[in-house]
């Protein structure tokens, strides 16, 4: 599968208001075989023919889009930024718990090995500042880095709306 047919089945499951477990259950997958493919990794014939039956499509319509047409699978460019960017902020939130995770770890084994040296602090600060990033670029809050403000500059360029 191509990253376009990734993003035409996380639309189809969207559309029809699943989540990537209830796909996975409805077509006897795994959620991390769902994940993949909305991913645009590679899938096996037997997955793809899971998909299309759960969709009700044709298996061709997943395995052999046209690369160059992503509207010709039914994802136009804004469905395609607004799939992307709602991964960023997945990314982020995900990345947010790690953080919560690992830091309540570390404070508990710094408040248990030394208790006057909150030497977990070090940690703290530097993860988070590279956390706080993260969500800034996932949030669209930093400037020239992001896909939309790569967007606003072509179509002031162009005069016109993609």
Request: glycine share 6%.
């Amino acid at each position: 599968m191509t990253k376009e047919t990734g993003m035409l089945v996380q639309k189809l499951r969207l559309q029809h208001g699943w989540s990537q477990e209830d796909l996975a259950d409805l077509g006897a997958l795994s959620v991390r075989t769902i994940q993949r493919v909305e991913r645009g990794h590679t899938a096996s014939p037997e997955t793809i023919k899971a998909l299309a039956a759960v969709f009700e499509v044709d298996f061709l319509f997943l395995k052999e889009p046209e690369m160059d047409q992503p509207s010709a699978l039914g994802v136009d460019k804004d469905e395609a930024l607004a799939l992307a960017h709602v991964r960023r902020i997945k990314k982020f939130y995900h990345h947010l718990i790690q953080f919560a995770v690992v830091v309540g770890v570390l404070a508990v084994a710094n408040y248990v090995t030394n208790p006057h040296y909150p030497w977990v602090l070090w940690v703290v600060v530097s993860w988070g500042s590279v956390l706080a990033l993260h969500g800034l670029q996932a949030f669209d809050k930093m400037p020239f880095t992001t896909a939309a403000w790569e967007r606003r500059q072509v179509e002031k360029y162009m005069g016109r709306k993609l």
